[in-house]
């Protein structure tokens, strides 16, 4: 279809061959990524999976950072928690 023309970025060689098109249409140049933060101080064990927030240590104690229907990276943090525990791409009500 051709809908992108080629352009190569200066930094084209330092991104990894699996993160763009070899001609150049596409790149990922951002990374959305998610992960679980936990203040040692406060919290005895840190929980280390999504699974383990669900454990009755954690009740009361697990906050995103926003609403996740305003906050891109709070819908995510609600996305990854869903797909972590059986939900899928497609539907993420059953995690």
């Known amino acids: ?3 992108f023309a080629p352009y190569k970025v200066a ?6 061959d699996s993160q763009k098109d070899a001609d150049g ?11 679980i933060g936990c203040d040692a ?3 005895k064990t840190c929980p280390e ?3 383990d927030l669900l454990k009755p240590e954690y009740k009361g104690k697990v906050a995103l950072n926003g ?4 906050s891109g990276s709070a819908f995510g943090g609600v996305y990854a928690a869903s797909l972590a525990n059986k ?6 009500q059953p995690g």
């Open 1 to 3: 279809e051709n809908l």
């Open 41 to 43: 101080a406060r919290i």
């Open 11 to 16: 930094t084209w060689d330092k991104i990894p």
């Open 49 to 51: 999976t999504f699974a």
């Open 87 to 92: 939900g899928s791409f497609g539907d993420i």
């Open 25 to 35: 249409r596409w790149y990922n140049d951002y990374g959305g990524y998610v992960s």
């Open 67 to 70: 609403n996740p229907t305003k």
